[in-house]
T-cell receptor, first 114, second 112 residues
Framework: GAGVSQSPSNKVTEKGKDVELRCDPI?????LYWYRQSLGQGLEFLIY????????KSGLPSDRFSAERTGGSVSTLTIQRTQQEDSAVYLC????????????FGSGTQLSVL | AQSVTQLGSHVSVSEGALVLLRCNYS??????LFWYVQYPNQGLQLLLK??????LVKGINGFEAEFKKSETSFHLTKPSAHMSDAAEYFC??????????FGQGTELSVKP
């Protein structure tokens, strides 16, 4: 497809379980972002990959959160030992590797931790 | 580190009235500034951006924003609101190539 693809679109899990969220960026986009969107919290920056540079992980809220990007394309966000406060929409976005390029957002993964 | 503050989590205007959504930023270097919009049940999309040059930038759907360095502001305006403008609006800042930081969003309601 032509857009940013995220899977699954919805994920329900039990507290304490691990979850993996996947993002397929637009082909050729070397910059990739993960954000978390919660009610009243806006878009919270999580992590930023740019080309072959070391990722900017400064937004990850705890060491339960990690992300990787394989081959400069697909990215996986992993949340270990999920907590109820992790419930949110997780958004992925990609862009060309130029600083003023617009971000293209996926539709997000709605994560619900019971 | 850069940051963004959007004043007012909810703004309500009448159809045909002026829309003004406020955004102030903090950045240690000349910033790149953006407004994104999220219509109900849709993904975020870019409205407009400021990088360099003219400080008044025009975007889609009749919106515009003015970069005011002295006020560290980038407020979004539209002369006449339409019902279809009802959405959530996000201001964002980057420090010229680094991560893009978003504000908390302003939900715009338009009354008939």
């Amino acid at each position: 497809g032509a857009g940013v693809s995220q899977s699954p679109s919805n994920k329900v899990t039990e507290k304490g379980k691990d979850v993996e969220l996947r993002c397929d960026p637009i082909s050729g986009h070397t910059a990739l972002y993960w954000y978390r969107q919660s009610l009243g919290q806006g878009l919270e920056f999580l992590i930023y990959f740019q080309g072959n540079s070391a990722p900017d992980k400064s937004g990850l809220p705890s060491d339960r959160f990690s992300a990787e990007r394989t081959g400069g394309s697909v990215s996986t966000l992993t949340i270990q030992r999920t907590q109820q406060e992790d419930s949110a929409v997780y958004l992925c976005a990609s862009s060309l590797d130029r600083p003023n390029e617009k971000l293209f957002f996926g539709s997000g993964t709605q994560l619900s931790v019971l | 580190a850069q940051s963004v503050t959007q004043l007012g989590s909810h703004v309500s205007v009448s159809e045909g009235a002026l829309v003004l959504l406020r955004c102030n930023y903090s950045s240690s270097v000349p910033p790149y500034l953006f407004w994104y919009v999220q219509y109900p049940n849709q993904g975020l999309q870019l409205l407009l951006k400021y990088t360099t040059g003219a400080t008044l930038v025009k975007g889609i759907n009749g919106f515009e924003a003015e970069f005011k360095k002295s006020e560290t502001s980038f407020h979004l305006t539209k002369p006449s609101a339409h019902m279809s403008d009802a959405a959530e609006y996000f201001c964002a800042v980057s420090n010229q190539g680094g991560k893009l930081i978003f504000g908390q969003g302003t939900e715009l309601s338009v009354k008939p």
